[in-house]
């Protein structure tokens, strides 16, 4: 470790911190998704008003993670997760007590708020305050802990729904983590830059105009794609093809806080850029065997899609942090908030897909259930388009970075 980081036992401290944060974030979605059908029965709520609730997490995500990229090295990573523990804590009294849409709406923005303000310092603090394959490693396990979350959090709201407990008490749940890592943040002194001219607004500046930050820009679009819109359109698409969907984003998520565990071993055999491209051809894999396949055989395409997935946002972040480090913390929260951002995009659109594929199927002559699967998986095979374009994406840096590394030149971008 560098005379710059900080010492081992406080690195450390800082990790589980960013840890018990992830998972505040990862049980804001899960918990919230788990009691909608409550908070839309108990209150009057339509699903549209719903869907707009949910908007607001998205929305207060890239918000927070580009003002926090852009103020990190002035204010520091203790005051961006001060904001983060305010918001968060303070969404979540609003939540319960707001009763109302309103309110649901200003309550679902602030834990958004925090949820970018996590990763947008989180993230260059563990870039900051590990070397090498190391800070690979820990980014990985880091962000195990969305998908991780998702499963701990999911199958809590399923056992105090089942148990007939109030979506209130739900939410209290979400005060576990955040008063631990709010605990564990406290006094602590964050990593300074390991670039001098990333701790700079010009020199991130420059770093980003650069050819190759462009070109990750346009593969995050596509990984973010070909992650979320499985993932959150799997209960409609999949509904009638014999496999139960929680089940299926039950096993993604598992799988994927599994595989991000052992990531760090995977980069430093295949480098950041050999995962991400083994990463999307599986992906490719799993999404179009979800357009293919039915009953048992879903559950073998979310293995492979699970594989595929785990290693994009992780590595996508740790290859800013490794291959452009000059970016520093604004760059990697640009390519975070890229990610999140282009779903106001993508969903949208997918959600055209399906209503399209319904009309078309229909006009064949196909009704009830045949006519939702075959067309859910029409929708599907729509959405390999992004995995695909990945893999060609990560074909062409692959042999990129590979020319600039046997002509000697030095991320230095």
């Known amino acids: 470790m560098s005379s710059t980081a900080t010492s081992n036992v406080n690195a450390n401290r800082l990790f589980y911190a960013s840890c018990f944060a992830l998972i505040t974030t990862a049980f804001s979605f899960s918990i919230r998704a788990g009691i909608l059908p409550q908070l839309g029965e108990e209150l009057s709520l339509s699903a ?3 869907g707009f609730i949910n908007s607001m997490w998205f929305l207060g995500f890239p918000i927070s993670m580009v003002i926090g990229g852009l103020i990190y090295h002035k204010v520091g990573g203790k005051a961006i997760m001060n904001f983060a523990f305010f918001a968060h804590a303070l969404g979540i009294i609003l939540t319960i007590y707001s009763g109302s849409y309103t309110g649901l709406l200003i309550s679902t923005l602030l834990i958004g708020l925090g949820n970018g303000c996590t990763e947008a310092a989180c993230n260059p603090m563990i870039a900051d305050a ?10 990985n396990r880091f962000h195990m802990w ?12 399923k056992f105090m729904t089942d148990a007939g407990l109030s979506w209130e008490s739900q939410i209290w749940v979400i005060v576990i983590p955040t008063l631990i890592y709010g605990y564990l943040f406290l006094g602590q002194t964050w990593p300074k830059a390991k670039v001098e001219e990333g701790a700079t607004l010009s020199g991130n500046l420059k770093a980003m105009i650069s050819p190759l930050f462009i070109f990750m820009i346009a593969c995050m679009a596509l990984t973010a794609a070909s992650e979320f819109i499985p993932q959150q359109w799997s209960s409609i698409i999949l509904a009638k093809s014999g496999a139960q969907p929680m089940l299926i984003l039950a096993l993604v998520t598992g799988i994927m806080a599994v595989a991000r565990y052992f990531g760090g071993d995977m980069v430093k055999k295949f480098d950041q850029t050999g995962v991400l491209l083994g990463s999307a051809v ?31 946002w992780p590595n996508m972040i740790g290859f800013v942090a490794d291959k452009i480090p000059k970016s520093g913390a604004l760059g990697m929260s640009i390519i975070g908030a890229v990610g999140m951002f282009s779903q106001t995009i993508f969903q949208p659109l997918t959600g055209r897909w399906i209503d399209s594929d319904l009309e078309k199927v ?34 062409i840096l692959y042999f990129w ?8 030149e030095v991320a230095t971008a």
């Open 48 to 50: 549209e008003q719903l």
């Open 130 to 139: 590990y070397q090498g394959t190391r800070m690979s490693t820990m980014m």
């Open 146 to 157: 969305f998908p991780g979350g998702i499963v701990i959090g999911s199958l809590i709201s």
């Open 282 to 312: 599986l992906a490719t894999i799993g999404v179009y065997l979800f357009s293919t396949q039915t009953g048992a055989m879903a559950y073998v395409a979310a293995i492979f899609f699970a594989l595929g997935v785990a290693y994009f």
């Open 362 to 395: 229909a006009a064949t002559g196909l009704t009830g259930d045949e006519l939702e699967l075959v067309a859910g998986q029409e929708t599907m095979r729509t959405i390999t388009i992004f995995p695909a374009l990945a893999v060609v994406m990560f074909i």
């Open 401 to 408: 970075m590979k020319n600039k590394k046997s002509s000697g």
